[in-house]
């Protein structure tokens, strides 16, 4: 099955998704396979954070709705040291509501989430219509970016760097349009010079060889350099994870409801990237759906002991990356109070980093062999 394999052979697998294509790939060059939940309440701490540890992850998670001053300079931020760092943006909104509102949620509002957010996640509770209401919203959206993407030119748009000093933010990715997805005609603080470009998806540019060598540790650090320029900018592209399985003590959702969650991905590959869930969930030969793991902790002073499920007194239960990962196949660990609350961020994302990766190596059967 897939999970047996390395992550750079994983991208190369028939109907992957475009961005977990170039997942699979950066995954394998960084060797990282750590999504950092960045739980902080204002856009200065959260671009900190992220230019804190960015070079350990391979995906921040964000709750847009918790950060209280929202906006604008979050997104500019968010995209700009999203590429210089090399991850992708998941937005942890949680959709469960019928289908015209779960719409109107992803595209409009002051969050705007599809004109920012790689991925983004569901509940299927409402029925699997909900899939096609997001797919459907996502393509439209990309197609409006891709239609209308700006250069910007920034006057006075700062985002804070890792010494929490502001600098000037330049955007030359995915950009914003000369008007937002919801039309509300508000004016930003840049100058705008507006092109029309077409972008398209030809698959990551990296090798599979160099990502393969790069994976197993056969090259140094200048190779990783190669290969993530190579590698280049994710794809204009947007992508969902269902929520199939939960981390949280009597939770309700049953072997059937998650059943039905890896049915309803199977019908929509070209949009479903993964799961959340708390084990792999690939039976099938033809699964290539990555799992996205919450609840994994590390003991203060060893990496992989103890094993067994602790909690945090408010229902959160914890295992470890050796339990979630080498033992229960999954792929990605989402971390968040672990790291955010550690005096260095950095140091703390590289130890989760390392222990990920070990128990992947594990997994796959290259320790040992």
Same mark, same amino acid.
């Given at each position: $099955?897939?999970?047996?394999?390395?992550?750079?052979?994983?991208?190369?697998?028939? *109907?992957?998704?475009?961005?977990?294509?170039?997942?699979?790939?950066?995954?394998?060059?960084?060797?990282?396979?750590?999504?950092?939940?960045?739980?902080?309440?204002?856009?200065?701490?959260?671009?900190? @954070?992220?230019?804190?540890?960015?070079?350990?992850?391979?995906?921040?998670?964000?709750?847009?709705?918790?950060?209280?001053?929202?906006?604008?300079?979050?997104? &500019?931020?968010?995209?700009?040291?999203?590429?210089?760092?090399?991850?992708?943006?998941?937005?942890?909104?949680?959709?469960?509501? +019928? =289908?015209?509102?779960?719409?109107?949620?992803?595209?409009?509002?002051?969050?705007?989430?599809?004109?920012?957010?790689?991925?983004?996640? /569901?509940?299927?509770?409402?029925? %699997?219509?909900?899939?096609?209401?997001?797919?459907?919203?996502?393509?439209?959206?990309?197609?409006?970016?891709?239609?209308?993407?700006?250069?910007?030119?920034?006057? =006075?748009?700062?985002?804070?760097? /890792?010494?929490?000093?502001?600098?000037?933010?330049?955007?030359?990715? $995915?950009?914003?349009?000369?008007?937002?997805? *919801?039309?509300?005609?508000?004016? =930003?603080?840049?100058?705008?010079?507006?092109?029309?470009?077409?972008?398209?998806?030809?698959?990551?540019?990296?090798?599979? #060889?160099?990502?393969?060598?790069?994976?197993?540790?056969?090259?140094?650090?200048?190779?990783?350099?190669?290969?993530?320029?190579?590698?280049?900018? %994710? %794809?204009?592209?947007?992508?969902?994870?269902?929520?199939?399985? $939960? #981390?949280?003590?009597?939770?309700?959702?049953?072997?059937?409801?998650?059943?039905?969650?890896?049915?309803?991905?199977?019908?929509?590959?070209?949009?479903?990237?993964?799961?959340?869930?708390?084990?792999?969930?690939?039976?099938? &030969?033809?699964?290539?759906? @990555?799992?996205?793991?919450?609840?994994?902790?590390?003991?203060?002073?060893?990496?992989?002991? %103890?094993?067994?499920?602790?909690?945090? =007194?408010?229902?959160?239960?914890?295992?470890?990356?050796? &339990?979630?990962?080498?033992?229960?196949?999954?792929? +990605?660990? +989402?971390?968040?109070?672990?790291?955010?609350?550690?005096?260095?961020?950095?140091?703390?994302?590289?130890?989760?980093?390392? /222990? /990920?990766?070990?128990?992947?190596?594990?997994?796959?059967?290259?320790?040992?062999?």
């Amino acid at each position: $099955m897939s999970q047996h394999a390395h992550f750079s052979a994983r991208a190369d697998l028939p *109907n992957n998704h475009p961005l977990a294509v170039w997942l699979c790939r950066l995954i394998s060059i960084k060797r990282s396979n750590l999504c950092l939940s960045a739980d902080v309440h204002s856009t200065t701490a959260l671009l900190r @954070l992220a230019e804190e540890v960015g070079d350990h992850i391979c995906i921040l998670k964000t709750h847009a709705d918790i950060i209280d001053d929202f906006g604008e300079r979050t997104i &500019k931020g968010l995209r700009e040291i999203s590429r210089r760092k090399q991850f992708l943006i998941f937005e942890d909104r949680k959709f469960g509501d +019928i =289908g015209s509102t779960v719409q109107s949620q992803y595209t409009r509002g002051p969050l705007q989430i599809a004109s920012w957010a790689h991925l983004v996640n /569901a509940h299927i509770f409402p029925g %699997p219509a909900i899939i096609t209401a997001l797919k459907s919203a996502a393509a439209s959206a990309v197609q409006f970016l891709m239609q209308s993407v700006s250069t910007e030119i920034t006057a =006075g748009t700062p985002y804070v760097n /890792a010494d929490g000093e502001e600098e000037d933010c330049y955007d030359f990715g $995915m950009g914003s349009s000369t008007k937002s997805l *919801n039309d509300s005609g508000r004016k =930003g603080s840049v100058v705008t010079a507006t092109t029309t470009i077409s972008q398209t998806f030809e698959g990551a540019r990296t090798p599979a #060889s160099m990502a393969r060598a790069v994976s197993a540790g056969e090259s140094d650090d200048g190779d990783r350099v190669e290969a993530l320029d190579a590698l280049g900018d %994710p %794809p204009l592209a947007r992508g969902l994870l269902l929520l199939a399985e $939960m #981390s949280s003590e009597g939770n309700l959702m049953t072997r059937e409801y998650t059943k039905k969650c890896v049915a309803a991905a199977r019908e929509h590959q070209d949009f479903v990237v993964g799961f959340i869930s708390q084990r792999t969930l690939n039976e099938s &030969k033809k699964d290539t759906f @990555l799992s996205f793991t919450p609840g994994v902790s590390l003991s203060s002073s060893e990496e992989a002991v %103890p094993n067994s499920i602790k909690g945090d =007194g408010l229902g959160q239960q914890y295992r470890t990356p050796a &339990k979630v990962v080498a033992e229960d196949g999954c792929d +990605i660990i +989402i971390v968040g109070r672990g790291i955010i609350g550690a005096k260095d961020r950095a140091k703390e994302a590289e130890r989760y980093r390392s /222990a /990920a990766w070990k128990a992947y190596e594990s997994r796959i059967g290259k320790l040992g062999r």
